[in-house]
């Protein structure tokens, strides 16, 4: 079972759920997403391989892809850091779908390491949009750590004004 890497523009085979790569190996959404958890179900026991694993999950894109990634970031039981990942690739490559199960997740509540890391997840996203602004800004209102990731996402999606906030006032 060999992987390599997806190849141009995401719109490879695997990019639709296949397992198969354009050059005819082993490839894609289903072994990335064995290899992403950290020691699981045929996870990978190297935590920094399994990252990447999740990593390359949100690069395949696609809607297989995408649902995985959504699996790893709502497991309750799943390792943080990995959760943290596939927020971050959903909010990059998921669209307005992946942002919104970002989104969800922090809306929940989640304990205060993992909020911090869903918030600053959601600056990746190419273009911010009026719902993660508003899940940003709703971050704002208490003092801590993830107020803090959350102002410093809302600077980086909104480099040129000074309180995109007002906006939603």
């Known amino acids: 079972d060999r992987l390599e890497p997806p190849h141009g ?3 490879s085979a695997s990019a ?3 397992d198969r790569s354009p050059r005819g190996g082993s490839i894609g959404v289903a072994a990335f997403a ?3 958890s950290a020691g699981g179900e045929g996870g990978d026991t190297d935590r920094a391989a399994a990252r990447a694993s999740v990593a ?4 395949c894109g696609g809607p297989v892809a995408m649902r995985r990634l959504k699996a790893i970031l709502t497991d309750a039981n799943g390792d943080m850091e990995l959760r943290a990942e596939a927020a971050r690739r959903l909010a990059k490559h998921g669209g307005p779908d992946g942002a919104k199960a970002v989104i969800s997740l922090l809306d929940a509540r989640p304990e205060p390491a993992l909020a911090r890391r869903l918030a600053s997840a959601l600056r990746h996203a190419p273009t911010p949009t009026p719902a993660i602004d508003e899940a940003l800004c709703a971050e704002l209102q208490e003092p801590g750590p993830v107020a803090r990731a959350s102002a410093d996402a809302l600077r980086e999606l909104h480099p040129d004004r000074a309180n995109p906030c007002a906006d939603l006032e």
């Not at 390359?56 to 690069?59: N, T």
């Open 56 to 59: 390359a999950l949100g690069r």
């Open 16 to 18: 639709q759920g296949s």
């Open 34 to 36: 064995r290899r992403a």
């Open 9 to 11: 523009d995401g719109a």
